[in-house]
């Protein structure tokens, strides 16, 4: 079989389809499929980082949102108030121990942080062990307006636990780092955000009309996007887009490559882990945050 050169096929693909919008979308989305499965696979291990909740108040919570009670997982601070509130979005996995354990290392650091289970509608990935049959049967029917709409039910929430009502942030992982982008162009009162290598294109759709690089000129917040540069399902040129398009915009956004990180690399879980850029990105997001509270 030949090996695909990705640059040069996908301007001979272009240039075959010049009108199409989907074009290199399609192409770039066809072509990542296989290795962003691969990038993906889970592990049903404990995460490797166990963060105690000594000092803290964690629990389970519903939240009211159209269609039902959508479940969320909190970690604070036992004590105070106007804690700034931070938006934790899940992997396509759902909101597993790692998820959970984001938050409780987030509220050992002072925040109010909460992961809504954003799937609840549409099932349980945690009781399926196939990542095609949890894209295919559950994320893919996931619409954005709705995923908007329930972070904004989140946030309100978080409020009335005792979090800031004017300082929100968001951070996500792979699929979450994805809304990342797409929340802080949808809420004005979110001060800032950290995409973890969420993809930025791919083929619009009803349930996905924009992506990041859509809305590169829209953002309320400015954004930290962290990647892999061996991410085998976000090529690297779509994260230059995106980084060309912030520039464009005159964004105070920007994104940071790690050259040698593959996709997850933050997740302790996978073996696609790695110590030294996540606990950097884990650093940068911290200082990211501290930079934007004023």
Same mark, same amino acid.
């Given at each position: ?23 290199? $979308?399609?192409?770039?989305? !066809?072509? @990542?499929?296989? %290795?962003?499965? +691969?990038? #993906? ?5 404990? *995460? ?8 803290? $108040?964690?629990?389970?919570? !519903?939240? @009211?949102?159209? %269609?039902?009670? +959508?479940? #969320? ?5 036992? *004590? ?215």
């Amino acid at each position: 079989m030949k090996t695909m050169d990705t640059e040069t096929d996908r301007q001979q693909f272009d240039s075959l389809l010049p009108a199409a919008r989907l074009d290199r $979308r399609g192409f770039v989305t !066809t072509l @990542a499929a296989a %290795g962003f499965a +691969l990038a #993906v696979q889970p592990v049903h291990a404990s *995460t490797a980082i166990s963060t105690d909740a000594t000092g803290l $108040r964690t629990g389970d919570a !519903t939240v @009211a949102v159209e %269609g039902g009670e +959508l479940p #969320v997982y909190f970690a604070r601070p036992a *004590t105070g108030t106007k804690l700034p509130v931070v938006l934790v979005v899940q992997e396509i996995f759902g909101v597993h121990e790692h998820i959970r354990d984001v938050c409780r290392r987030l509220a050992h650091q002072g925040y109010l942080a909460i992961a809504p289970e954003l799937f609840f509608r549409q099932g349980d990935p945690r009781t399926i062990d196939n990542v095609g049959e949890i894209i295919q049967g559950i994320v893919s029917k996931v619409p954005d307006a709705q995923v908007m709409a329930d972070l904004d039910a989140s946030a309100a929430w978080a409020t009335s636990q005792g979090g800031d009502p004017d300082w929100l942030a968001i951070t996500g992982f792979c699929w979450g780092g994805r809304i990342t982008w797409l929340y802080a162009a949808h809420n004005p009162k979110v001060k800032s955000g950290v995409a973890w290598y969420g993809r930025v294109d791919g083929v619009p759709s009803d349930r996905t009309p924009k992506h990041p690089v859509d809305v590169a000129d829209a953002l309320h917040a400015p954004v930290l996007g962290l990647y892999g540069g061996q991410d085998q399902g976000i090529p690297l040129t779509d994260v230059e887009m995106m980084g060309e398009a912030l520039q464009k915009a005159g964004s105070r956004s920007t994104i940071h490559v790690y050259p040698d990180a593959p996709h997850a690399f933050h997740a302790d879980y996978r073996p696609s882990y790695r110590k030294a850029e996540a606990e950097d990105g884990w650093k940068r997001m911290l200082e990211w945050f501290a930079q934007h509270r004023a």
